[in-house]
C-alpha cells in the first residue's frame, strides 16, 4: 500500500509540473534571448513610446523595449499582449522606421495584440504614447512577406521621414521550425 | 521490495514525463539557421544598427530578421499535453484521496 501512495503522489506531482510548465509556456513568453548588440538596456527618455494604440482593432497594448534574440532575430514580448519597440533603432516620431513587433497568437491559440493588423487599411491611424504626448501615424499600405523575404532594408530603415511599422507572423505553421511560414508588415508615417 | 519500488518508480516515470516528449519550449525566437535571421554585414562586430543596413562591409553593421511572433501552431499539441496531464494529475489525487479514506 505504501508503496502505491508513494508512486501515485510522485505520478500527480509530475504530473502537476507538466500542466504548469505546458500551461505558462503556452500562455507566457519567458524573457527573450537577447544577445548584447546596440542599445542594450533599457532606454529612458520622453520620446521613449510606453502605449500603442490601434482604435481601428481596438488595441491598446503597453510598450516592451526589445533587442535582438541570439538567433539575430528581432527579439520579442515576453507576453502576448504587450508590443516590442526595437530599442537600437529610431524612436517613434524620429528619422526613420520606429519597429514595433506583436505576436499574433499564443500557444494555445488564443489571438494575441497583433491577430488582426493585416485587417488595417490605408488610412487607419496607430497611436504612440510617449511621456511627452501622443504622436499620430497613419496606415500608408499593409504587405504580407514569405518570411524570408521580408525586405529587412525597408523595415527598419533609419532615415527619412518618420515611420513606424508594424510587423507579426501570418500564414501556415511550419511545425518543425516552429513559426509562420509569412510575415505582415505595417507601414505607417508620421501624421502629426 | 526494493525492486519493485524501483520498477513502480520508474514506470511511473515514464508515463507521467511521457507529456514531455511533447511539450514545447517556448521563450525565444526559433534558432533558424536557414535564412531567416537578418544579414550580417561583419562578423566581427556586433553592432546592430539597422539606419544603416546595406553599408559596406567595413561598417560592421548588423539588421535583426524578422521576429517569430506567433505559437499557436502548437495549440493541439499543448491542448493534449493538458488534457493529459490534468487526466494523470486527476486520477493520482482520487487515488489519493481514496487510499487515505481507507487507512
Redo the contacts between chains.
Keep these: 500500500m505504501r508503496v502505491r501512495t508513494i508512486a501515485a503522489i510522485a505520478i500527480t506531482a509530475v504530473a502537476v509540473v507538466v500542466f504548469a510548465t505546458t500551461f505558462s509556456g503556452a500562455t507566457l513568453y519567458s524573457a527573450p534571448d537577447e544577445v548584447t548588440v546596440g542599445a542594450a538596456q533599457a532606454i529612458l527618455g520622453a520620446a521613449v513610446p510606453t502605449r500603442l494604440r490601434i482604435p481601428a482593432l481596438g488595441v491598446d497594448a503597453h510598450v516592451q523595449q526589445v533587442g535582438v534574440a541570439k538567433s539575430g532575430n528581432l527579439a520579442v514580448p515576453t507576453n502576448f499582449t504587450d508590443v516590442g519597440w526595437y530599442r537600437a533603432g529610431p524612436k517613434p516620431g524620429e528619422a526613420g522606421s520606429a519597429v514595433v513587433d506583436g505576436h499574433v497568437d499564443n500557444g494555445l491559440g488564443v489571438p494575441a495584440v497583433f491577430k488582426n493588423v493585416q485587417n488595417l487599411n490605408p488610412g487607419d491611424e496607430i497611436l504612440i504614447d510617449n511621456a511627452s504626448g501622443t504622436l499620430r501615424f497613419v496606415v500608408q499600405s499593409v504587405a504580407v512577406y514569405p518570411r524570408k523575404e521580408v525586405p529587412l532594408q525597408q523595415l527598419f530603415h533609419g532615415d527619412g521621414v518618420p515611420r513606424l511599422n508594424l510587423i507579426t507572423c501570418e500564414g501556415e505553421w511550419l511545425a518543425d521550425q516552429k513559426t509562420y511560414d509569412h510575415r505582415v508588415v505595417v507601414y505607417a508615417v508620421l501624421a502629426g | 521490495?526494493k525492486t519493485?519500488?524501483a520498477k513502480?518508480?520508474i514506470?511511473?516515470?515514464l508515463?507521467?514525463?511521457a507529456?514531455?516528449a511533447f511539450?514545447?519550449?517556448?521563450?525565444?525566437?526559433?534558432?533558424?539557421s536557414?535564412?531567416?535571421?537578418?544579414?550580417?554585414t561583419s562578423a566581427s562586430t556586433?553592432?546592430?544598427?539597422?539606419?544603416?543596413?546595406?553599408t559596406s562591409a567595413s561598417s560592421g553593421s548588423?539588421?535583426?530578421?524578422?521576429?517569430?511572433?506567433?505559437?499557436?501552431?502548437?495549440?493541439a499539441t499543448?491542448?493534449v499535453?493538458?488534457t493529459l496531464?490534468?487526466l494523470?494529475?486527476a486520477g493520482?489525487?482520487a487515488?489519493?484521496a481514496r487510499?487515505r479514506k481507507v487507512?
Design positions: 521490495m519493485r519500488i513502480i518508480g514506470t511511473a516515470a508515463i507521467a514525463a507529456p514531455f511539450a514545447q519550449t517556448y521563450g525565444s525566437p526559433t534558432t533558424d536557414s535564412g531567416s535571421s537578418g544579414s550580417q556586433q553592432t546592430t544598427d539597422p539606419g544603416t543596413t546595406g548588423t539588421t535583426p530578421g524578422t521576429p517569430n511572433t506567433g505559437a499557436g501552431g502548437d495549440a499543448n491542448a499535453v493538458l496531464s490534468t494523470v494529475a493520482g489525487l487515488f489519493l487510499t487507512a
